[in-house]
């Protein structure tokens, strides 16, 4: 079973700058995508920023200019580089991965993280 490990999260001061890393635990054998969602206090989780096997990244609109997501290749490591944080970036970030764990099981299925938090101060 593929685990995913978030680190990173912290508290910052607005203008300032985090990087998140997730670590994948485990075998992937087919895989589509990796992501980070995030969920502030009292709303949904929402989509940051994707990056596909093949393809551009995509952002959500509230970040694209200030985060940029990477992933290692031999890894399948994922990180976010975040700058300019604002209160708004506040929340709970988790890594995703969609895929597959199983030899000849092309089936996606999604896998998150616990959660790394985040806290931007004004």
């Known amino acids: 079973q593929v685990q995913l490990v978030e680190s990173g999260g912290n508290l910052v001061h607005v203008g300032g700058s985090l990087r998140l890393s997730c670590e994948t635990v485990g075998k992937i054998y087919t895989l589509y995508r990796m992501g980070w969602y995030r969920q502030a206090p009292g709303s949904e989780r929402e989509l940051v920023a994707s990056i596909p096997i093949r393809g551009p990244s995509t952002y959500a609109a509230s970040v694209k200019g200030r985060f940029t997501i990477s992933r290692d290749s031999h890894t399948n490591a994922l990180y976010l580089e975040m700058n300019n944080l604002e209160p708004g970036d506040t929340g709970v970030y988790y890594c995703?991965?969609?895929?597959?764990?199983?030899?000849?099981?092309?089936?996606?299925?999604?896998?998150y993280g616990q959660g790394t938090l985040v806290t931007v101060s004004s």
């Open positions: 995703h991965l969609r895929g597959n764990d199983k030899i000849g099981d092309s089936s996606p299925i999604d896998y």
